[in-house]
C-alpha cells in the first residue's frame, strides 16, 4: 500500500496545484463559460473536452440491455420501468457477466476472472503496469433498480467504446471491473469479492458463505456452477491496480435537493451489521399472562425502535432489514427472533460509542425489568465492520478537475460522503481510489423505482473517462 | 339453538338443586372425606364413582403412541420427552386420523366423516338420539406439545375403552369427535370446522383457505389429498349433539400456582385476530436520511410495542405471532411488513375499545408526524371476531359435579375462563357446552415443554367420562 500511495502523491502534486491556479486565477472567465455549458447540460448536451464524450444513447441501450437479464418489479409502462432482482450468481447474473467478458473481448481486452469470480478487462497502454480502472458492480437487491452498481460498469465498458472508435492508446493499460456480490444481499458480507482482493476478508470465509434466508448453497459452490470460479488469486498482489475510479448513483436526495450533477465523492461513512439474536420461550397468547412471558418479539420491537432512537441522538442512521422469528403462528407468542441491524456514522468514533450504548440498552430491554414478565436472553453477532474512509486526495482532485472540465460550473458539483459501502472503500486500501455520484430521483435506491436520467449517467460517465484519462496523463508524466 | 337449550334446561333444573343441596346439607362429612381423596389423589390414585375410571396407564401409553406421527423438537431424554409438530391436513396429521377412526370403529363405533374433514366416532345408546359428546382436535402448532387437543380426544377414547370394558350401555348414544385445524396454524382460521359446524365459517371460505407462509395448497385441497373430505355436510343440523364436554389443559399457570387439579370453564375470553399491513417504501439504509424515509419496519416496531401497552393498561393481551417483510436485505429498509395481532380481554366492550384505540394510535404511529420522516401507510383485515362465551349453566353445573365425585375436595377445583379459543366455542352456540382443564407445567403451551402429570390428565379423563355420564343420565331422566 505505501508505494502505491507515495508515487501517486507524486504525481498528482503537479495538477493539484494546477487545479488550485486556475480556480484562482481564472474566476470571471470560467463563470462566464460555465454559464453556457449550464445551460447545455440542461438541454441534454455535454461539453467535450479533448473530443472524448461518451455516447449517451449507446451506453443507456447497453445499461438497458442488460437489464433484460433479471429484470425485477414493474413500476410504469415503459419497456424500461421496472426494477432489477439479479441475485449475485443467480443464472441472471451469469447472463449478465457473460455479456460483460464477450463484449470487452470483443472491444480488444484481456479478461481476467478471480477465484471470487471479479471479472477484471484491461485494455493494453502503450507501456506496461497496472491499470488504472473503472469497476463497480452487476448485482442487484433483490427489489432493487438499474442503476445501483450497474451505471459503473457499463459507462466502463462505454469508455472502452470510445477509445476503440477514436483508436486512442493510453499511456499505461486502462480496465473496467465487475466486482462479485457487492451487494451482500444473497451472501452476507457486502463488498466481499473486493474485501478479499483486499485482504481484508479471507477467501475461505468468503467462498463459504451460505446464502440468506435459509439458502444451503456457498459462494464457492455457486462460483462453480456459473462457470465463474476463476483459477487466479483474488489480491491486490496478484491484479494490482493503478487506480480505481467508479462511478454511482448517489442513492440519497442531496444531489437532486441542490439541482446539482456530480457529486464529489471524498470518502464513506463507516458502518457496521449486526446481527441480534433473541431467545424467550414459544407461549399460547390466550393463556399467558404477560409476567410469565419471555415475548421474543415484543423485545425485538423495542430494540429497533430503541436503536432509531440512539441513532438520531448521534445523527447516525440505524436500519433493520431482516427479522425472522419462529415458530411464526399467530396464537403462538416467538420464542426466537432474529434480526439484522446496519449502523452508520461519518465517524468510526461515534459508532464506537453508538455500538456500546446499543448493547446496554438492548440488554436493559431484555431483562425482567423491563419486560414485566422473563427475561429474554440477547446476542450480538458482528458481521462486518466497515472503518469511515478518506480517498485519496490526488483522486479527488483528477475527478474534481474533470467534473469541472465536464459540467463547466461549480455550482453543478460538490463534495460529498457516501452513506453506502461501495468496493472503492477496499480497493482504497491499495491503489488510490475516489468516486463520482450522479443524482438519482428523489434519492430513491435498493427500490425498483430507483432512477437515474439518461443525461446524468452521461454526465457521470463523461466524468469518469475523464479521470481515468487525466490520470493515465500524469502517470506519462511520472513516468517522464 | 333454542329448542336444544330449552330441553337442555330443563333437563338440568333438577340436578342444580341437588348440587346445591349436596354442597349446603352434607358440609362437614363431604370435608372430611375429601381430605381422604386428597391423599389419595397425591399418590395418583383417583377417587372412582359407580366404579367409572379410566385407565391411567393405557390413556398415557395412547397418547403417546400417537405422538410419533408428527414428533417435535426433542426437549429431554425420555422417549416422550419431545414436543409435536402435526400441523392440521399434514401426512402425519392423516396417519394420526386414520389411528383414530381404525380405533374408534374396531371400539364398536360408527365414524362420520363431514366435508371439513371433521371426525365423529358414535357409539350407540339404548335409545336413538342425538350424541353426548366429547371433542378435542388432534392437530398442534408447528412447535407444540404432547397435550393441547391430543389429550382431550384420547380422553375420549379412553372412554369408550371403559364403557365397552364395562360393557356399559348408555342411554343415548356418546361421541369422541376430532375437529379439523383448530390451532388454525397451517391455515390460518382456528376453530374453523367447528366454526363451519356451528353456521359461523362458510364452507367456502374454509375450503379455500390457503397455507400460511406462501403455501398455494387449501384445506379442501389437503383435505382432498389425505382422503378426508367427507360428503357429509358439516353442519350441526347433520350432524347433532346434544352436548359437548372438552378435557384440556391450562394452558396458563393458574390451576399449578394454585395446587389445583381440575378447572371448571365457565367461558372462553373474546378474541380477535387482525393481519396488519404497512407500505413504507424500500431505500438504501446508508444513503438514506431518517427525514427521507417511510421504514415499514421501524413502524411495525412501534405499533407492536405499542399494542402491548395499550392492552396491558385494559388488563387485556396482545401478541404478535407473525412478521414477514420485503425486500429482506440488510441494507435496504423494508417497504412493506405484514404481521398479526392478537388480542384478548374477557369481555367483548373491552375488545371493541381496545380495536378503536388501536387503530387510532397506528394511524398515528404511521403518520410523519411520528416518522418525522414520510407516511407510511396501513391497513387493517380482520381475520377472526371470537367474543366472548358463556358456558351453559347446566354443563358447568354438571363437571362440578364431576369434579367433586372425582377429586372430593372442593379446594382442589376452581372455576375459571378459558384464555385461548375452543371448538367449545362452537359447540356452545347449537348444544350445551362445557371445558375442563387439568394442570400443565408452568402454564407452558404452545411449546414443545408442554407438559402435563399423568395423574392429573386421568383425573381430567375421569371427569370428563362423569360429565357425559351424569349428563346422559339426566337425559334418560328427562325422556321419563
Not at 463534495?415 to 443524482?439: L, Q, W
Amino acid at each position: 500500500m505505501a508505494p502505491c500511495r507515495a508515487r501517486a502523491l507524486l504525481a498528482y502534486q503537479l495538477p493539484l496545484l494546477r487545479a488550485a491556479a486556475l480556480k484562482k486565477g481564472s474566476r470571471g472567465q470560467w463563470a462566464a463559460k460555465s454559464f453556457a455549458h449550464s445551460a447545455r447540460l440542461a438541454s441534454g448536451r455535454r461539453q467535450s473536452v479533448g473530443g472524448f464524450t461518451v455516447n449517451q444513447d449507446r451506453l443507456m441501450n447497453d445499461l438497458h440491455r442488460t437489464c433484460k437479464w433479471g429484470t425485477g418489479k414493474r413500476w410504469g409502462s415503459l419497456d424500461t420501468e421496472t426494477g432489477m432482482s439479479r441475485l449475485s450468481l443467480s443464472d441472471s447474473d451469469k447472463k449478465a457477466r457473460d455479456w460483460f467478458v464477450e463484449t470487452t473481448m470483443a472491444l480488444g481486452c484481456s479478461v481476467t476472472i478471480d477465484e471470487m469470480g471479479n471479472v477484471f478487462a484491461i485494455r493494453p497502454g502503450r507501456n506496461v503496469g497496472p491499470p488504472t480502472c473503472v469497476g463497480s458492480h452487476l448485482d442487484t437487491q433483490p427489489s432493487g433498480g438499474r442503476y445501483d452498481g450497474i451505471l459503473g460498469v457499463l459507462a466502463g465498458v462505454e469508455m472502452l467504446r470510445i477509445l476503440n472508435e477514436r483508436d486512442a492508446r493510453t499511456h499505461f493499460p486502462v480496465g473496467v471491473v465487475n466486482w462479485t456480490n457487492e451487494e451482500g444481499a444473497r451472501f452476507p458480507i457486502s463488498m466481499v469479492s473486493s474485501g478479499v482482493w483486499a485482504g481484508e476478508v479471507p477467501v475461505e470465509t468468503a467462498h463459504g458463505l451460505r446464502e440468506v434466508r435459509g439458502g444451503t448453497v456457498t459462494m464457492r459452490s455457486e462460483l462453480e456452477r456459473i462457470g465463474y470460479l476463476g483459477s487466479v488469486p483474488a489480491s491486490h498482489t496478484s491484479m494490482p491496480m493503478a487506480a480505481h475510479f467508479e462511478l454511482h448513483i448517489e442513492q440519497g436526495p442531496i444531489l437532486e435537493n441542490h439541482k446539482q450533477k456530480i457529486g464529489i465523492v471524498t470518502g464513506v461513512q463507516a458502518y457496521r451489521w449486526y446481527t441480534v439474536q433473541l431467545t424467550g420461550r414459544d407461549a399460547h397468547t390466550g393463556t399467558t399472562p404477560f409476567d410469565a412471558r419471555a415475548d421474543a418479539m415484543l423485545a425485538a420491537c423495542r430494540m429497533i425502535a430503541c436503536s432509531h432512537d440512539l441513532a438520531a441522538k448521534h445523527s447516525a442512521l440505524a436500519s433493520t432489514g431482516i427479522l425472522t422469528l419462529t415458530p411464526g403462528s399467530v396464537n403462538t407468542i416467538p420464542g426466537q427472533v432474529k434480526f439484522s441491524l446496519d449502523i452508520r456514522a461519518t465517524s468510526d468514533a461515534t459508532l464506537e460509542t453508538l455500538e456500546a450504548e446499543l448493547k446496554a440498552e438492548f440488554s436493559r430491554l431484555a431483562s425482567k425489568d423491563v419486560t414485566k414478565g422473563l427475561d429474554v436472553s440477547v446476542t450480538w453477532q458482528t458481521d462486518t465492520i466497515s472503518p469511515a474512509v478518506d480517498f485519496h486526495p490526488s483522486c479527488i482532485e483528477t475527478v474534481r478537475a474533470s467534473a469541472l472540465s465536464v459540467t463547466g460550473d461549480t455550482s453543478l458539483f460538490r463534495e460529498m460522503v457516501s452513506g453506502a459501502g461501495h468496493d472503492s472503500v477496499y480497493t482504497s486500501r491499495h491503489c488510490p481510489t475516489s468516486m463520482i455520484f450522479v443524482p438519482c430521483r428523489n434519492g430513491v435506491s435498493h427500490n425498483p423505482e430507483e432512477f437515474a436520467k439518461a443525461e446524468d449517467c452521461a454526465t457521470g460517465a463523461d466524468v469518469l473517462m475523464q479521470s481515468v484519462l487525466r490520470f493515465d496523463h500524469l502517470r506519462s508524466e511520472e513516468e517522464v
